[in-house]
């Protein structure tokens, strides 16, 4: 005798691996879709103390979307019925800066120096040898030092120091000396 299960409720086994995720990297959101099934944890502003309460809701198809809820929720739906998320303006294309860039190899956390207390590995202007250490990249608690692969000349600096980065995101422009 096999167990008959609902096809329109997520898999909630599933859904506990999904919030140990959530939690374990502090995430603010995580959607997932697969076929015909989406599910969404979204956080909401928590009192101190409090614990996030995950539920799983079937949406109804053609009704409107209610508002997240403070904790997180989860929502599944078919995917055809998943509504566009609200638009925001496309950011219009910039013009390619011209030159050669330093990029990021990983994905994590852009520094501009070993540690706060530190001055920063380079600045604007300065030139620097193949195989000198230009910024570090912060991935799993794992700082990896990006270095120059080649002589150059650092002419702007791309991201702010702290700020997340994607693999390939243009870190530094650089010029051959």
């Given at each position: 005798m096999?167990?008959?299960?609902?096809?329109?409720?997520?898999?909630?086994d599933y859904i506990r691996e999904l919030a140990k995720v959530f939690k374990r990297y502090e995430l603010d959101e995580i959607e997932i879709e697969s076929g015909d099934q989406r599910v969404l944890l979204r956080r909401g502003d928590l009192a101190p103390g409090t614990v996030p309460m995950v539920a799983a809701t079937p949406v109804v198809t053609g009704a409107p979307a209610a508002a997240p809820a403070p904790a997180a929720a989860v929502a599944s739906q078919p995917a055809a019925s998943v509504p566009p998320p609200?638009?925001?303006?496309?950011?219009?294309?910039?013009?390619e800066a011209e030159g050669a860039f330093i990029t990021s190899p990983?994905?994590?956390?852009f520094y501009r120096a070993p540690r706060p207390d530190a001055p920063s590995f380079v600045d604007i202007g300065d030139r620097v040898e193949a195989g000198t250490t230009v910024c570090v990249v912060e991935a799993m608690k794992l700082f990896n030092e990006i270095e120059a692969e080649e002589a150059c000349i650092i002419e702007e600096v791309l991201v702010g120091n702290a700020q997340a980065v994607e693999f390939g995101t243009?870190?530094?422009r650089v010029r051959k000396p």
């Open positions: 096999s167990k008959s299960r609902d096809q329109n409720l997520p898999d909630l609200p638009s925001t303006p496309e950011p219009e294309p910039e013009l990983f994905v994590g956390t243009k870190l530094f």
